[in-house]
């Protein structure tokens, strides 16, 4: 008996408690089920370290499992033979574990403790206290260590009472003696009552800390909110001065070219004019010779002879006398650029006051809390139109684009790049940041969504799909049920189904929310993530299926 008691043991695996399957012998020398001992180093996985149940020592890295064919053949041996797992009071107390006080040398496992003997036990030396009825009022609890804490010290009684005076627990014999006249209530109704008020204080530390964590997440949404916003207005900004360094270097530029060109001009002007006055002088110096030789003639006749020939002096075509304005040519230029400068000071000054301004406004808070009540989510009510060049050519559009129909035969759109190709969906014109409410009321079987302007558009397969990529926010529904999807994982949704269903965004707080709207709104299916683009809203629609768009009042 003894030795098939041992075989048992042997051959049995110490974390099912069954007959080795798929046996495995790891680096300690210690058996167990192939599945079991992977499942318990799953647990480990995270720690990276991985030990033995049984003896506790650890390795790393995670060994590699192979199955023991020796140990295999022989306990399927042992199952022919009618061999049966070891059963569970048969699973010795390792270091960790609360052993049995009743067993005698190698101690089993304890699987409950009295509160009234003071003691732990195993199966087998726990049945006294289902079979006994005295024994049968125990308290049993789970296997604890620490059962002699409960005896007082000063009597070796068990401390069944509280002394609310001395706040301590002390037994009957205490309460005749040092506590005699204290406030003292048995040990299991002030348990019962500290019990209500340590729940009470749990519920609310478990709520400060979702309230705290959903504020952390808010604020590191927040914190990468700012640095995206501030570094593309800093390269924004940047290109902005570029373009203005640009512009005045372009125009000093050209104010140079145009003083070089009216200085050629003007200096044209000047020296076709001096050419021509060198011309007169000439003429004027020729006459002059002319006259003193007909002057310097002595014989009087041919003085006379010669005068009434000379030619008569042509009139100047030019002024007597040239005035110049010294210094003044293009100094008003340098005096228009010089107050094109005071002028650009000033207004950068001023933009500068008010650029500083704009950047000490920037400030950290938090987004209001998603409205409670239908008439908090009218007030971010928005009107959504349809865009027809996204339209698929089977849908119809009406009611100012605010309704989709799908029909069985194309229509006449023209080509067009945002167009939906193979999948029955339309897109809004309106982008969507902020807070946003809209219902859509449906007919059939519809696909109400939020998706990134960016959705591939022209291929068949899950790119395009709202709900089947990571660009995509969809909920399906029908008369029957609702499901909700994000990157081809499909969740059911329950709820009470109705004909329209409210969609709210609050895009900074990456929050999404389906309602279904009929006297009241209740919640389907809520996501909370980060939106690193702006939405639109969009529906998909099944055939002689339409989807209308409400702005709700």
């Known amino acids: 008996m003894e030795q098939n008691k041992l075989d048992r043991e042997t051959f049995s695996c110490s974390i099912c408690l069954g007959l080795l399957k798929d046996p495995v012998?790891?680096?300690?020398?210690?058996s167990y089920c192939m599945k079991c001992i992977k499942a318990h180093w799953d647990g480990e996985d995270q720690r990276r370290i991985y030990s033995c149940p049984q003896c506790r020592e650890t390795f790393i890295p995670r060994p590699a499992l192979t199955k023991n064919t020796t140990l295999a053949a022989l306990v399927e041996q042992l199952k022919k033979t009618g061999l049966q797992a070891a059963p569970a009071h048969h699973c010795y107390a390792g270091p960790e574990d609360v052993a049995c006080d009743v067993c005698t040398g190698r101690k089993l496992k304890a699987i409950k403790s009295c509160s009234v003997c003071l003691a732990s036990y195993c199966e087998k030396h726990l049945q006294p206290h289902y079979d006994s009825a005295p024994l049968k009022k125990h308290k049993l609890v789970e296997p604890s260590r620490n059962l002699q804490e409960n005896m007082c010290s000063r009597h070796d009684e068990v401390m069944k009472i509280f002394c609310r005076t001395d706040q301590k627990c002390i037994c009957y014999l205490c309460l005749m003696d040092d506590h005699k006249g204290h406030d003292t209530v048995p040990a299991a109704a002030e348990r019962t009552e500290r019990q209500r008020e340590l729940q009470v204080r749990r519920e609310n530390i478990q709520q400060r800390i979702q309230d705290r964590e959903k504020d952390v997440k808010l604020l590191q949404q927040e914190l990468e909110a700012i640095n995206r916003s501030a570094d593309k207005t800093g390269e924004d900004s940047e290109k902005i001065f570029r373009k203005l360094i640009r512009l005045i270097q372009k125009r000093s530029s050209d104010v140079k070219q145009q003083i070089r060109s009216q200085q050629k001009t003007e200096g044209s002007r000047v020296k076709e004019l001096q050419e021509k006055l060198e011309q007169e002088i000439t003429e004027l110096k020729r006459k002059d010779a002319e006259l003193k030789q007909l002057s310097d003639t002595e014989d009087h006749n041919q003085f006379l002879h010669n005068y009434p020939s000379l030619s008569a002096l042509s009139e100047s075509t030019h002024s007597s006398s040239i005035k110049i304005r010294p210094l003044s040519y293009f100094e008003d230029v340098t005096a228009a650029v010089s107050e094109l400068r005071d002028k650009l000071q000033?207004?950068?000054?001023?933009?500068?006051?008010?650029?500083s301004l704009r950047l000490t406004e920037v400030n950290v808070s938090l987004s209001e809390p998603e409205p409670k009540s239908r008439a908090g989510f009218l007030k971010y009510s928005c009107e959504i139109t349809l865009d027809p060049n996204t339209a698929h050519n089977e849908l119809v559009l009406s009611e100012g684009n605010k309704?989709?129909?799908?029909?069985?035969?194309?229509?006449?759109?023209?080509?067009?790049?945002?167009?939906?190709t193979d999948w029955f969906q339309v897109l809004s014109?309106?982008?969507?940041?902020?807070?946003?409410?809209?219902?859509?009321?449906?007919?059939?079987?519809?696909?109400?969504?939020?998706?990134?302007?960016?959705?591939?558009?022209?291929?068949?397969?899950?790119?395009?799909?709202?709900?089947?990529?990571?660009?995509?926010w969809a909920l399906d529904w029908d008369q029957n049920s609702f499901q909700f999807g994000h990157n081809s994982i499909w969740t059911p949704v329950s709820g009470p189904v109705s004909s329209r269903v409210g969609v709210y965004l609050d895009h900074r707080a990456g929050i999404l929310s389906f309602y279904s709207v009929s006297e009241t709104m209740t919640l389907l299916h809520i996501v909370q993530t980060t939106f690193t683009q702006p939405l639109h809203a969009g529906v998909w629609v099944d055939l002689k299926s339409s989807a209308e768009f409400y702005k709700p009042k």
């Open 25 to 30: 012998t790891i680096p300690c020398g210690h």
């Open 346 to 355: 000033d207004i950068l000054r001023d933009a500068w006051t008010n650029i």
């Open 403 to 420: 309704k989709v129909t799908r029909m069985n035969q194309p229509q006449s759109y023209s080509n067009h790049p945002d167009r939906f």
């Open 429 to 472: 014109r309106e982008s969507l940041t902020g807070r946003c409410y809209w219902e859509v009321e449906r007919r059939g079987l519809v696909r109400v969504a939020v998706a990134h302007k960016n959705i591939r558009r022209a291929a068949g397969g899950e790119e395009c799909g709202f709900g089947c990529n990571d660009k995509s």
